[in-house]
């Protein structure tokens, strides 16, 4: 499966995001994934399962628990696709940062005594 395809699903991307914040057990995810989604933890078990073997998603075991944790080969592989595309939006990105550095250079002026 292709990575865009395995992230066009909400509920991968979310358990991606919950995993970016840090290991998780497959109950920890399945608990929020069920609230959130409505789904049952079958169907969570399986989106953790395409999440693995396309290796966005990495276990390991831990007595009963499975610990899970973002996989970093494919997202390498999406920002290296995307660095095509950068050109397109770094420009802006980089004139609101110099924005962003202008305004709060006037604040300090109009603050200082």
């Known amino acids: 499966m292709h990575a865009f395809d395995v ?32 789904i049952s933890q079958p169907a969570v078990s399986q989106h953790l399962r395409v999440l693995r073997e396309a290796g966005f998603a990495v276990v390991r075991p831990d007595g009963t628990r499975r610990l899970y944790s973002v996989g970093s080969a494919p997202l390498q592989e999406i920002d290296a696709w995307l660095g095509r595309f950068r050109r397109y939006w770094t420009p802006h990105l980089d004139a609101l940062a110099t924005e962003i550095a202008r305004g709060r250079r006037a604040r300090r002026t109009e603050e200082e005594p």
Not at 10 to 36: H, M, T
């Open 7 to 38: 992230l066009g699903d909400p509920v991968r991307r979310r358990i991606l995001e919950l995993l970016a914040d840090g290991e998780r057990s497959s109950g920890e995810v399945s608990s929020v994934v069920r609230k959130e989604f409505g």
